[in-house]
Each structure stands twice: as C-alpha cells, then as structure tokens.
C-alpha cells in the first residue's frame, strides 16, 4: 500500500477541456493562454502519478471560485475581485484562489467517494464463517 492510498491523498484537478473557447480574455492575455498545453500539462502529471501509484481526479471546475468552501453559496457577488473571496451568505473571506481550490479538493473527495462506494458494491462479499 503506497503512503497516498494509506492516507486517502490525490491529486485534483480541474477538467480544462474546451477552456480556450470558454473563457474570454483581452488580447495579450489570449496570446498566453494559447501557448499553454493543458492537455499536455494534465498528461505529464498523470502519468507521473501513475507511476507513484497517486490516484488523479479530474473535477468540474464550474463556479468553483464564486462558490463558498465553508457554507457552498455560490453568487458571482462572492468575488467582488480578482484576488478576494468573501462570502455574500456566511462572511467567510479568504483568497480566491485558495477558496477554489478548496472546491477542486473538496468536489475530488466526493467524487472518489462515490468511485470508492461503487467499487466496493461491486467486489463479491467474502464468506462468513459461523
């Protein structure tokens, strides 16, 4: 068993395919957004993962930085900008940036939880002895 199976640790990450024609960006910002390969991005880190034997998800990453990670209200008016997150429902504040990921990590236990549930329903229950 490797250290990340016997803590339950992955590594999540957003599903960012389609994201050149979803997001919308001025001019110089395009410029850098195309030169980035995601796709070869997300490769690279799968495979090494596979080889460290770390399970990778890829999650929805929409509305993971309007939504809040302490009570999950989501309103575009929790990021009243760039780099601030602050929640319209409970007050919670903290870094865009980290809220969201703490959707993406969040939105990956769940969905590991689930694959983990179906799996075990679908592995035959031992015997019992009595």
Known sequence: MTEAQRT?????LE????????VRLRKPQRVTLHSWSFAQLGTY???????????????D????????SGCGHTSRKNRPDQATFVCTSC????????NAA???AARAVAGWAVSH???DAAEPTPARRG
């Not at 339950?8 to 999540?12: F, V």
């Not at 599903?15 to 979803?22: A, F, K, N, S």
């Not at 990453?61 to 809040?68: A, E, F, G, I, L």
């Open 8 to 12: 339950s640790r992955g590594i999540a």
């Open 15 to 22: 599903d960012l395919g389609g994201i050149r024609e979803r």
């Open 45 to 59: 880190i799968a495979c090494k993962a596979r080889r460290a034997r770390i399970p990778v998800a890829h999650v």
């Open 61 to 68: 990453p929409r509305y993971t930085s309007q939504q809040c």
């Open 91 to 98: 007050g919670f504040a903290e870094h865009a940036d980290v």
């Open 102 to 104: 703490r959707n993406i």
């Open 117 to 119: 549930a179906a799996d």
